[in-house]
């Protein structure tokens, strides 16, 4: 009797365990809003892709879009970003956005609406079905532009200028829309949409690389302003053109006034002139260190050094 108690007992707490982890799996929102962004054309391009594993189907999003239990809407992208183009700023109403400034999935239109109640400026982008958009709506939709289950959809790209570049763009959330009632709420109920934090999918910073030529300024040059120039590779897993800045020059002596010259600092500057240290003043080598950083257009930085000696 007693065995068949404590068997009863491991069972129960194994099935308690199982519809448990059941629920969690339920609980999980299968769709994902996958970010990044690159470096294109003198733009900032932030791309925006969505997986439907899903069971419904996807007809519209919206980015940078988060309701509040008021219904008041919060967390939109940074504004003003659309600044480009100022007739967005107190718009009412969804503005369509021309395809130099969005390139929305494929078959679907895209808008933007900003929301001046709140300071700064938010926004948000909306991107929905054209189907949808007929009148009247017709009564069975093709699918053709809907994000089906199983599948990604095409990438969203919004081009801001590199001034209102921020963090937001990658790490606000967005709204998705279900077609059908094929996707259940963990207490059963039909979810007709979801709130969604997007997935920032550029976490690596880029690979930096710098030389100097020369590398070592001689007794002979002592004195004398030398001509440098800096070679700078650099490689990313997603930006093709990370913003490459000259971040320092520094020397393990203190240095005077022109002992540096044509170096802007907090530019792409790869040329400027080292003086060799002075006859009279050093009796071991200065080594000046320069220092580059790469920063790809998700934000992500890395540093890099390289040094040249004065004998």
């Not at 999003?61 to 509040?68: D, M, Y």
Request: glycine share 6%; net charge neutral; with cysteine.
């Amino acid at each position: 009797m007693t065995n068949q108690f404590f068997r009863q007992v491991i069972l129960g707490a194994v099935f308690l365990i199982s519809s448990c982890a059941i629920l969690n799996v339920e609980a999980a929102v299968p769709i994902a809003i996958n970010a990044y962004a690159i470096h294109s054309g003198g733009q900032i391009v932030y791309r925006y892709q969505i997986l439907n594993n899903s069971s419904s189907v996807i007809y519209q999003v919206t980015l940078g879009s988060q309701e509040s239990p008021l219904g008041v809407a919060e967390g939109g992208l940074p504004g003003a970003p659309w600044s480009l183009n100022q007739i967005y700023w107190d718009a009412e109403v969804p503005l369509p956005l021309p395809t130099s400034q969005c390139k929305p999935f494929a078959g679907m239109d895209c808008k933007v609406v900003l929301i001046p109640e709140h300071l700064p400026i938010s926004s948000m982008m909306s991107m929905t079905g054209l189907e949808n958009n007929l009148i009247p709506p017709p009564t069975v939709f093709s699918g053709a532009e809907h994000i089906r289950p199983g599948m990604l959809s095409s990438v969203a790209e919004l081009y801001i200028p590199p001034a209102n570049q921020s963090t937001g763009f990658l790490t606000a959330s967005g709204t998705v829309y279900l077609l059908d009632n094929n996707t259940k709420n963990p207490d059963g109920s039909v979810m007709y949409k979801a709130e969604i934090p997007f997935t920032k999918l550029d976490v690596i910073a880029p690979t930096l690389r710098v030389t100097l030529t020369p590398a070592t300024l001689t007794k002979a040059q002592r004195g004398k302003r030398v001509p440098i120039t800096a070679t700078v590779t650099v490689s990313d897993n997603y930006d093709p053109a990370p913003d490459i800045q000259l971040v320092s020059i520094t020397a393990n002596e203190v240095l005077s006034a022109g002992d540096v010259q044509g170096a802007t600092l907090g530019t792409n500057d790869r040329s400027f002139s080292l003086v060799a240290a002075h006859k009279t003043k050093n009796t071991t080598a200065r080594i000046y260190t320069i220092t580059y950083s790469a920063t790809d257009a998700s934000g992500n930085k890395s540093l890099a050094t390289a040094t040249v000696s004065a004998l």
